[in-house]
């Protein structure tokens, strides 16, 4: 399909991983891929147990460097579909193009971080360009706290230079990133036997979107607005089960509750209405798209949590930090710390909550985790049992002062696009700080084509900003090539 807009092999290589599932957790097919790759074009390769795949090239005949640079990308997507309309681990994705735009239809296009691949596999079969020696580093499970790279075996690992094809935006040089956590609350509520009216609750159409690079924009939170639409009738009510998001850093566009009614359940929905025609008229800018349904049953006898822990959780939903924290002090417009609820869900008459957590500073990262440690050490007591832990800590990158592969970076942008660059930090994790860990003396910086609405079933690629990319990637290669 994408033979139209094909160049150089980038596209083509694109729909070809596009044809392969490569779901978080789900990376055995694209890594074997990758492994026939090499094999087909006798490139040397590695592959890890967990799936990581490194591919290494030697320098090309005409290089005066004896400098080794990686490219490094991540081979997992996050998988977010309409309305439950495609299997990931068994379906490739439907690509359309709509003008300058490459999109998937009904899901998340996989530009974040499939742009890497393919722009590394354009490289390393194309044997007419000028480089330095070469590595790829594709990693797995990036998406679910780069555990990729933290079990990487980077001992064989030669490279002087990293360029990190993680990065969405055009014109936008990355040279430092946030650290960060995952964290997971664990609750067990007391369940009972209760007769009732069931009543369905579904919060939907919020915009949603990446937790370090769209929290800036302050997008509302369903599961956060699920917390206000039902408290106030909380005394009423007995939670069964509530669902919001499947991934820590991701911002929750769709939250569903069943709730049950022992009271009034006309009057319940009353109430319900009114809080939803002032949420509806809080978000009007904001979330124009925000959608409430409500829905009532039959009355029946259904297991439910008590209404004291019921009340408990939406208490928790209304008092948890979630959101920006803090703003860079350093850095005009660049969020320092903040924190996400991705994840609440009802499991086997069990409550689970994730957050993604991030900050620049280890310091303010240790200090919104003690946050949630204390909240729910405060709320959740009685019968209640909590567990709060803590999984896929990750380092900030920090800001290298000396770097020739910024320089050479930003002298190549500036010669083919006549304007400088724009060098800054991110807000959001990058693999780049665990490779650090790994390899002190890398120099690093993170590129890549314009990428929108990452996270969601709106992402967009670029077409003609990855064709442009891709040749200033070309022009980075053959500058590091003549450095002695």
Not at 220 to 245: C, D, F, K, P
Request: with cysteine; aromatic share 6%.
């Amino acid at each position: 399909m994408l033979e139209q807009i094909d160049y150089k092999t980038i596209f083509h290589y694109f729909e070809e991983i596009s044809k392969v599932p490569r779901g978080s957790y789900h990376n055995e097919k694209i890594s074997d891929y990758l492994v026939q790759f090499a094999k087909e074009r006798g490139i040397a390769y590695r592959q890890e147990e967990c799936g990581n795949v490194i591919f290494r090239k030697p320098a090309s005949a005409d290089c005066r460097s004896g400098k080794t640079v990686m490219m490094q990308g991540h081979m997992d997507m996050v998988c977010v579909c309409e309305d439950d309309s495609h299997d990931f681990e068994t379906e490739g994705l439907n690509l359309q193009i709509h003008g300058d735009w490459l999109e998937a239809e009904k899901t998340t296009l996989g530009g974040d971080d499939g742009i890497a691949l393919a722009y590394i596999l354009a490289v390393f079969a194309d044997d007419t360009l000028t480089h330095p020696a070469l590595e790829a580093v594709i990693t797995v499970d990036e998406e679910v706290g780069m555990e990729g790279a933290s079990v990487l075996d980077a001992s064989d690992l030669k490279a002087d230079y990293l360029i990190n094809i993680d990065n969405e935006e055009e014109g936008v040089l990355l040279v430092s990133c946030a650290g960060g956590a995952s964290v997971d609350v664990f609750l067990e509520g007391t369940l009972e036997k209760q007769k009732g009216t069931p009543v369905e609750v579904c919060l939907s159409g919020l915009c949603g979107g990446h937790s370090g690079t769209e929290i800036a924009k302050h997008p509302a939170n369903a599961s956060i607005l699920m917390g206000r639409l039902l408290q106030g009738v909380q005394e009423e009510i007995y939670l069964q089960t509530i669902t919001g998001g499947d991934k820590d850093n991701v911002i929750t566009g769709k939250t569903s509750a069943t709730i049950l009614c022992t009271g009034d359940v006309s009057a319940l929905c009353d109430r319900l209405q009114q809080r939803k025609e002032q949420l509806c008229q809080e978000f009007v800018a904001a979330e124009p798209n925000l959608s409430i349904e409500i829905v009532s049953g039959e009355k029946k006898e259904m297991e439910v949590f008590s209404n004291a822990f019921t009340k408990q959780l939406l208490d928790y939903l209304n008092l948890t930090i979630t959101g920006v924290q803090v703003m860079s002090a350093q850095v005009p417009g660049m969020v320092e710390s903040s924190l996400n609820l991705g994840i609440v869900k009802t499991e086997l008459g069990k409550i689970h909550l994730a957050y993604s957590v991030r900050s620049q500073k280890e310091t303010y990262k240790d200090h919104m985790i003690s946050q949630i440690k204390a909240l729910v050490s405060h709320i959740f007591v009685g019968e209640t049992k909590a567990e709060v832990v803590v999984r896929g800590e990750y380092p900030a990158w920090d800001y290298k002062e000396d770097s020739v592969l910024r320089e050479v970076m930003t002298s190549c942008y500036e010669k083919r696009f006549e304007e400088s660059p724009c060098v800054e930090g991110i807000h959001a994790g990058l693999e780049c700080g665990i490779l650090l860990q790994k390899l002190p003396n890398l120099d690093i910086v993170s590129m890549g084509p314009e990428i929108q609405d990452i996270h969601t079933v709106k992402e967009k690629l670029s077409i003609s900003s990855a064709k442009r990319n891709y040749d200033y990637l070309l022009d980075v290669l053959a500058a590091l090539a003549e450095l002695v």
